[in-house]
């Protein structure tokens, strides 16, 4: 079976903070993705990456920036956490974008004060 | 994104048949997913369809019409664990994945 864990799954933070969100898929998947998910919007792509040390944007990538150092692992970070990324963060894993599905992780619900 | 559309809450009755419908923008449309996703979890994958017509999981069945961008998810005898929210998703251009909102799905006895 397809894994994909992510740090936390509660995560409480003050704005201003720096925030570190992690990813780790063990199925040496190339396409990691990160999602946010709010009520009424639906899962909205923050950035995606397709390959080590190579990112692009999504639709929403603005406050946010990701590091893949390595093939399994996807980080997200918030430079300075402010009270509008309070949200469901949602990594996925996949072989490829257009034809295989994507594998979600359970979540991390952040909650910035 | 992409002005991906669906109802934002249905309910229906266990034993039932029920059809979540999906719309979408037919330009540069590449495939279809399916998700289910429980209250406080993830999404999980229910079907993919790229060509037209029914595909058929047992009890969930998923149709496709390209070029009326128009997808919808079927579900028969219904149980109580299907209430869910229900995402519809499309990839277009290859790379680049949107969802739409979500439907919720009551079961009631």
């Known amino acids: 079976d397809v894994k994909v864990t992510q740090s936390s799954r509660y995560l409480v933070k003050r704005t201003g903070e720096k925030v570190f969100l992690e990813c780790v898929q063990d199925?040496?998947?190339?396409?990691m993705f990160w999602y946010r998910q709010d009520p009424g919007l639906g899962l909205r792509l923050i950035y995606f990456?397709?390959?080590?040390?190579?990112?692009e944007k999504g639709d929403i990538p603005e406050g946010y920036s990701v590091s893949r150092e390595k093939k399994e692992r996807f980080s997200l970070i918030l430079e300075s956490a402010s009270t509008n990324q309070t949200s469901m963060y949602l990594c996925a894993s996949s072989y490829s974008s257009d034809q295989e599905t994507q594998y979600f992780g359970p979540g991390t619900r952040l909650l910035v004060l | 994104g992409q002005n991906i559309d669906q109802p934002t809450e249905m309910t229906a009755t266990e034993g039932a048949i029920v059809q979540i419908n999906c719309t979408y923008q037919?330009?540069?449309?590449?495939?279809l997913f399916w998700y289910q996703q429980h209250a406080g979890e993830a999404p999980t994958f229910l079907s993919y369809?790229?060509?037209?017509g029914l595909e058929e999981k047992g009890r969930f069945s998923s149709f496709l019409s390209r070029s009326k961008g128009y997808s919808y998810l079927l579900l028969k005898e219904l149980q109580m664990k299907d209430s869910a929210s229900y995402l519809c998703a499309v990839i277009y251009n290859f790379n680049k994945f949107y969802f739409g909102s979500g439907t919720k799905l009551n079961v009631k006895p």
């Open positions: 037919t330009s540069g449309f590449n495939g």
């Open positions: 369809n790229v060509l037209d």
């Open positions: 990456s397709y390959d080590v040390k190579m990112k």
């Open positions: 199925m040496d998947h190339e396409n």
